[in-house]
């Protein structure tokens, strides 16, 4: 059982920088690949990044042309998202998740566990 709590979330203006954590409980963490997906209202979540067990690969929407950056801190529990250049359409609810498996995933169904999501929303 792993117990995700995301926060980093808030109100930021176009073109600004937000980095988001996530912190882990309850498990071995490096266990798990690590997700980022985001949800926007009257839209499905999708896959935003990955990052592997032992952080050493990562995988990004390629619709965020780089601006966002997934990395994990294996001794602290903790996975980040960091985005840059920010955008009104990057306006949603954020949310980690964990995945078993042992390759990165970009699939809401191969994550077992999933936070409660904090809010981005970027002002124009």
């Known amino acids: 059982q792993v117990q995700l709590v995301e926060s980093g979330g808030g109100l930021v203006q176009a073109g600004g920088s937000l980095r988001l954590s996530c912190a882990a409980s309850g498990s071995t963490f490096s266990s798990y690949v690590m997700g980022w997906f985001r949800q926007a209202p009257g839209k499905e979540r999708e896959f935003v990044a990955a990052i592997s067990r032992s952080g050493a690969g990562t995988k990004n929407a390629y619709s965020l042309e780089g601006r966002f950056t997934i990395s994990r801190s294996n001794a602290k529990n903790t996975v980040y998202l960091q985005m840059n250049s920010l955008k009104p359409e990057d306006t949603a609810v954020y949310y980690c998740?964990?995945?078993?498996?042992?390759?990165?995933?970009?699939?809401?169904?191969?994550?077992?566990?999933w936070g409660q999501g904090t809010q981005v929303t970027v002002s124009s």
């Open positions: 998740a964990a995945s078993a498996r042992q390759i990165m995933q970009t699939t809401t169904g191969d994550y077992v566990y």
